[in-house]
């Protein structure tokens, strides 16, 4: 037997663990791999070949996928998964990625497709309890509570699903490797171990897996190749709005997004969320502005609030929700030095509301004016839209998107 020690963050080995990743620099990302050492006489295995296809019998149909009718995932997939598929569904936890995926699986259920949920956190009492409450009851879809990959395999062999979700596959395990679950050699082999039996068996499937405190998938970086499709599934749990986004898609495009709210009774599809932005701004604010991002082929509304408030201490706070740190700071400096904005002796809060994130540059021109209204007290109109990234030199750079969102807002009869 034989160990080595591979990083979560970049799959790199080493022979003897240390603080430090020599490959990538990381701290504590070293885990233990037991490398299970066997020797075989070359020639000994004799194995038939494997019979070929020619890639010309290959025809698109509509059987090639499977719609879930939920339209905002269908559309981050690509009009459905892809028959069969091996996905990976991620978030924090608490998000809601155990309530999606029992309305997917009651989804599939509808259309006559057995579905199996095999869950190694819930105990099956658990289930049924969340499925009764959102209405999830097929008589197509079958639970079971296990852990163990053997008896997984065995169980998925027996049952003979078209649709398999599996919840999660840190806690799954196998009795070969002497190690842990969830630890990089039991999620790596798990995975394989199933995506290579749901591949010859054509069984369309969902894995869940856990991220890091960094928002990162936790395990080993190879699982995200191994997979067809990794699903990320993000919000704010003290927020009802979430976003499914695609990091990767080997069957479609991974630029689209699907929105959800979540309600007592489970996710419903959230086709237009700026309507629900612009229904409770009725006065103009101080500090509050509206700002378009485009997520895919979608343009989003959302509302930036900016607070600057005269400092008590000597160094002032610089504090985002939702928005980059770095390019707050980035656009502070451009306020002091071309708008004559001190803003040295003011602490500084950015909130982008409904717990949306913003990545897009082209909301400085509405964190500026937000600051700029918050610091002389200047209220900004509630129907008043700002786009536009800004420049170290204090302008706006041109960008080949501002005419296609200007469109939108029109349409939307804002300015």
């Not at 990743?21 to 070949?49: A, D, F, M, V």
């Not at 509050?288 to 400092?311: K, W, Y």
């Not at 008590?312 to 504090?319: A, E, L, S």
Request: charged share 25%.
């Amino acid at each position: 037997m034989k160990k080595t020690y591979t990083c979560t963050s970049c799959n790199g080995n080493s022979p003897a663990w240390s603080g430090q990743c020599p490959s990538c620099g990381e701290w504590n990302t070293l885990e233990e791999h037991i490398i299970e050492k066997t020797t075989r006489k070359q020639g000994s295995i004799k194995q038939s070949p494997t019979k070929t296809t020619s890639i010309r019998q290959f025809q698109r149909t509509s059987e090639n996928r499977l719609k879930t009718n939920i339209e905002e995932l269908d559309r981050v997939l690509g009009d459905g998964f892809l028959r069969d598929s091996f996905t990976l569904l991620t978030g924090e936890p608490g998000i809601g990625k155990s309530t999606l995926t029992l309305q997917i699986a009651q989804s599939v259920a509808e259309q006559e497709k057995k579905t199996l949920i095999i869950s190694g956190e819930e105990s099956e009492y658990q289930l049924q309890e969340r499925a009764n409450r959102l209405g999830t009851t097929s008589k197509n879809i079958q639970i079971v509570n296990e852990s163990n990959l053997e008896k997984i395999l065995a169980t998925i062999e027996a049952e003979k699903p078209d649709f398999l979700i599996i919840d999660s596959i840190q806690v799954i395990s196998t009795d070969g490797i002497m190690s842990t679950s969830g630890s990089t050699s039991q999620v790596r082999y798990c995975t394989e171990e199933l995506l290579g039996y749901c591949k010859r068996n054509n069984v369309t499937t969902i894995i869940v897996g856990h991220v890091t405190k960094d928002g990162t998938l936790a395990g080993p970086k190879t699982l995200e190749h191994l997979v067809d499709a990794v699903l990320h599934f993000e919000g704010d749990r003290y927020h009802d709005l979430r976003i499914l986004r695609t990091y990767k898609n080997r069957f479609g495009s991974t630029s689209e997004i699907g929105i959800f709210k979540m309600t007592p009774k489970g996710l419903t599809e959230c086709p237009n969320p700026s309507a629900e932005i612009l229904a409770h701004r009725k006065d103009d604010k101080v500090g509050s502005i509206l700002s378009i991002i485009v997520e895919g082929t979608r343009p989003i509304i959302v509302e930036i609030q900016a607070l600057v408030n005269q400092t008590h201490f000597g160094y002032p706070k610089r504090t985002t929700s939702g928005y980059d740190l770095n390019r707050l700071n980035l656009l502070i400096a451009v306020l002091q030095k071309h708008f004559k904005t001190d803003l040295s002796n003011y602490d500084v809060y950015i909130n982008i509301t409904e717990g949306i994130r913003v990545r897009d540059p082209i909301t400085d021109q509405a964190v500026i004016e937000a600051l700029i209204s918050s610091y002389r007290r200047l209220p900004i109109p509630k129907s008043r839209i700002a786009v536009g990234e800004m420049s170290l030199t204090g302008e706006i750079i041109e960008n080949k998107r501002l005419s296609d969102i200007t469109k939108q807002v029109e349409k939307m009869g804002l300015k």
